[in-house]
């Protein structure tokens, strides 16, 4: 699971680098509907962080519904998980219709918004 990459210079507090790693993982479908995750101990270890920060984490994302617990088995990707594909898409289409909109207000030509778009997606 070493997928999950941590950047402890970020102001972003390390639970939330995880809960956000996590929730890319299922995005990018590398993590599956019922699949278990590591449990909190090993998930530790292989990202040297404290096992209550691991903890806090998969508590979030339980309480998002994106993890389920099952008593003596460890943590497991819930079935909705995908449901956050679709609720990010709709939250960047938001972001970018709201961007578009300034950048028509400040004097932007149609033209070269799609430059800027092209430019940026092409870059990753």
Do not use: C
Request: no cysteine; charged share 30%; glycine share 6%.
């Amino acid at each position: 699971m070493a997928l999950i990459q941590l950047d402890h210079s970020l102001k972003q507090p390390i639970y939330r680098q995880i809960v956000d790693g996590l929730k890319s993982l299922v995005m990018m479908g590398k993590l599956h509907p019922h699949e278990q995750i590591p449990s909190v101990r090993k998930m530790a270890r292989e990202l040297g962080v404290n096992p209550n920060t691991i903890q806090k984490s998969y508590a979030l994302l339980e309480k998002e519904g994106i993890l389920y617990s099952v008593a003596g088995k460890g943590d497991f990707v819930a079935d909705n998980a995908m449901r956050i594909k679709e609720m990010r898409k709709e939250e960047i289409r938001e972001m970018f219709v709201k961007a578009t909109r300034e950048a028509r207000q400040s004097g932007l030509w149609i033209d070269e918004i799609f430059t800027i778009v092209d430019e940026a997606y092409s870059s990753n």
